[in-house]
């Protein structure tokens, strides 16, 4: 791998590339309309896109997801009769996320998962983003560490499942473009996708919480001192933690007990 080029310092400039790098990045799969709506549906969702932020230029957001520019705007369609985004004309006009998005985007598929695909969601979880851990143990700046600490410390008591699920999306990511790898950046950004949908489902207890917060600043100490294999089982331990949780929670939310 090249040399890294340059990268702005401050958490709000890394959180707007880190959005850039997964919510605006190529489509890839299935159909491209409906990638699209579900894509920035769940950014909407997860806090990467808040409400008041425009979206880019039509022209450049179809480019940047390499997408034709009919299809972004069928998928902009989709959104505006959803009320997750409105479009303004004229001087300083464009597509904003509206002010009452996060709650409409929270309306979705609420199909639970099978205790089968939570298993497998977790193991790829191990694998994925244990190899990204312990990669940002090898390669992460003195600014990102900064960060990782920043984020872990916003988190500590907040009682808000919403605010502490997207400051804990957040952490993730920043993990992930610490391993100074774009894909794995856009990888761990489609599996916390998924982790969001199955949090809504089956949300986190506030003791559990805790814990994932204790299981945070461990993971953290690792990278900050460079060590790889340490990184690697803390975040190992850390996302199998919540094996035992979905799968007992989400079997009392499916069977109503």
Known sequence: ??????????????????????????VKRGDVVAETVARLGQAIGMGLLQPGDGLPPEARLADDLGISLVSLRSALTMLRGAGLVA???????????TSDARRVAAVGD?????????????????????????????????AQTEHLSELAAAMRGVTSFPQWSERDTMLHLVIADASGSSRLTSEIGRIRSEVFRISRLVPVPAGARELADREHRTLIRAIAKRQPDAARSAMVRHVESTRALWLGLGRIASTGE
Request: aromatic content about 4%.
């Open 87 to 97: 479009t303004r004309r004229g001087r300083g006009g464009g597509t904003f996320v």
């Open 110 to 142: 609420d199909s639970i998962p099978t205790e089968e695909q939570l298993r497998d969601l977790v193991d790829y979880r191990c694998v994925v983003e244990g190899g990204a851990a312990a990669l940002a143990a090898e390669r992460a700046t003195a």
């Open 1 to 26: 791998m090249g040399a890294r080029v340059a990268q702005p310092t401050d958490l709000e400039s890394v959180v707007q590339r880190i959005v850039g790098e997964t919510v605006f990045a190529p």
